[in-house]
């Protein structure tokens, strides 16, 4: 959800939208006394990352316009990024102490590698240059779609 990635719109879309409400929050309740934390978990080992990968919601169509891009997309997704996973317990711990100490920060992210990482990364690269890697890295561009024939 801090980086937008190739494959992944509507993944994406979903949560820059909670990103978006809980700036706006933060904003209209501040002095309220209720403080609002944009929490950005990164990977957590959850049946969540099972049931994507036996839904096949993490395959590329290897037989559709992007099947040049599968070489570069290895090996199961969730399973790869699972292994540097928190435990859901382990993050509701970080989460809870974090959330019911006296001055929560106004974005609470569980690792370097997943979160800061990213965070500061979508603030701090240019987007043509994310654009460009992350072209590079999935094989993405023009030579996926050939030109129309004019009639």
Not at 83 to 98: D, P, V
Not at 121 to 134: A, E, K, Q, T
Request: net charge positive; aromatic share 12%; charged share 15%.
């Amino acid at each position: 959800g801090l980086l937008t990635f190739p494959f992944a719109s509507v993944y994406c879309a979903s949560k820059k939208a909670v990103q978006s409400m809980t700036d706006s929050l933060r904003m209209e309740l501040a002095g309220s006394g209720v403080k609002v934390v944009y929490c950005a978990p990164g990977w957590v080992k959850t049946n969540i990352i099972d049931t994507m990968s036996a839904s096949g919601l993490n395959c590329l169509n290897t037989k559709g316009p992007w099947s040049p891009c599968a070489p570069y997309i290895t090996g199961n997704l969730y399973q790869v990024e699972a292994r540097h996973a928190w435990t859901a317990e382990q993050f509701a711990e970080n989460f809870c102490t974090m959330a019911l100490s006296s001055n929560p920060p106004r974005v609470h992210l569980n690792s370097f590698r997943d979160g800061w990482m990213a965070y500061l990364g979508s603030f701090l690269v240019p987007s043509f240059i994310m654009d460009r890697y992350l072209q590079l890295k999935y094989n993405l561009g023009s030579h996926l779609f050939p030109p129309v024939a004019a009639h």
